[in-house]
């Protein structure tokens, strides 16, 4: 049974430090990896999605990284900005079961200006 | 606007009312979802739909039933709604390839509380 881990739980920088947050999955058989972004009371943002023979996507200051076989993903943001403040959820899909996403708890970021 | 929409954003109802979410996406994608955000802001998938067929059915209470109509709708008609059922439920679509999907796109959500 496919599990997403995500490492730390919460995370207070100040503004205009890099961070990374950290996903972890125990299958590595999978589609995908997407990197969402939900703010309070809101919906899911998607702001990455890496295909299994991918290595790497960027977006302006974010850049995700997948390391397939060791079931690992990092979510780095440069320059943080107090605007980046959110919930950043990492979810997997897991080629066993198709058409669904399985999602890690989510890492809750705050950005102190 | 080219988006998932779902409808009604809250929804504020008595134990034992049955009520339904509407979700709508103009994105020409082939299949739909619907997630729970339980209180602990865990995200778990309860259906999937390719295509108007019922893929993934993940152990939920038959209270709940989703329905297509066409690919681009996907309703969610909860029977006897219980305490236990509230949460944030959240549509979503992908275009997917025989079980793998393309990204997703996620509505805003609908935050039902039973009282």
Redesign the interface.
């Known amino acids: 049974k496919q599990e997403v881990t995500q490492i730390p739980a919460a995370l207070s920088v100040p503004e205009g430090e890099n961070l990374v947050l950290n996903c972890s999955f125990t299958d590595s058989a999978i ?2 990896l ?1 990197w ?1 972004r939900q703010d309070p ?6 702001l990455l ?1 890496i295909q299994s023979s991918q290595r790497e996507q960027t977006s302006g200051r974010l850049n995700a990284s997948l390391d397939k076989s060791s079931g690992r993903s990092t979510l780095y943001i440069a320059a943080s900005q107090p605007g980046d403040s959110a ?1 950043y ?1 990492c ?1 997997v ?1 897991p ?1 066993e ?7 890690g ?2 890492t809750i970021l705050r950005v102190k200006s | 606007d080219t988006a998932v929409s779902q409808t009604p954003k809250y929804l504020v109802t008595q134990m034992g009312n049955d009520k339904s979410i509407k979700c709508e996406q103009n994105l020409g994608h082939d299949t739909m979802y619907w997630y729970k955000q339980d209180s602990k802001k865990f995200l778990k998938i309860m259906f999937s739909y390719n295509n108007k067929e019922l893929i993934i059915n993940e152990t939920v209470p038959n209270r709940f039933s989703p329905k297509s109509p066409d690919k681009a709708h996907l309703n969610l008609h909860i029977n006897s709604l219980e305490l236990g059922d509230s949460a944030v439920y959240f549509c979503a679509s992908s275009l997917s390839d025989r079980g793998r999907d393309y990204g997703y796109t996620f509505g805003s959500g609908t935050r039902l509380t039973v009282v």
């Open positions: 589609y995908n997407q969402f009371g809101k919906g899911l943002t998607s999605l919930t959820l979810a899909s080629m079961y198709g058409n669904k996403l399985v999602f708890a989510g």
